[in-house]
Nanobody, 123 residues
Framework: QVQLVESGGGLVQAGGSLRLSCVAS????????MGWFRQAPGKEREFVAA????????IYSDSVKGRFTISIDNAKNTVYLQMNTLKPEDTAVYYC????????????????WGQGTQVTVSS
């Protein structure tokens, strides 16, 4: 089982930036995938970004493409989500997730989840 701990959320004005971090421990999937999902109040959890540990495959949702960047520091077992040009509609709890395979945007394929970190973007 992989343990995931997110940090870096907070309150920011529209147009601002935040960087989320997620440290993985336990039985990490060095050949799998790390990803980010988010869930706004009253909405379903939705895909944001995913990246294979090798860094050879990276995908983003259309709503964040060009504004968010996912990256991995393999030496630190840490995945980051750099969020730029934030919008009020980006407000949500952001979850880090891991999979031993590459599920892409399929939430059902992820087997480990962090506790989430709140991101609030004011207009």
């Amino acid at each position: 089982q992989v343990q995931l701990v997110e940090s870096g959320g907070g309150l920011v004005q529209a147009g601002g930036s935040l960087r989320l971090s997620c440290v993985a421990s336990g039985r990490t999937f060095t050949t799998g995938t790390m990803g980010w999902f988010r869930q706004a109040p009253g909405k379903e959890r939705e895909f944001v970004a995913a990246m294979r540990w090798f860094g050879d495959v990276i995908i983003y949702s259309d709503s964040v493409k060009g504004r968010f960047t996912i990256s991995i520091d393999n030496a630190k077992n840490t995945v980051y989500l750099q969020m730029n040009t934030l919008k009020p509609e980006d407000t949500a709890v952001y979850y880090c997730t891991a999979s031993p395979s590459f599920p892409g945007a399929d939430i059902g394929g992820y087997t480990s989840w962090g506790q989430g970190t709140q991101v609030t973007v004011s207009s």
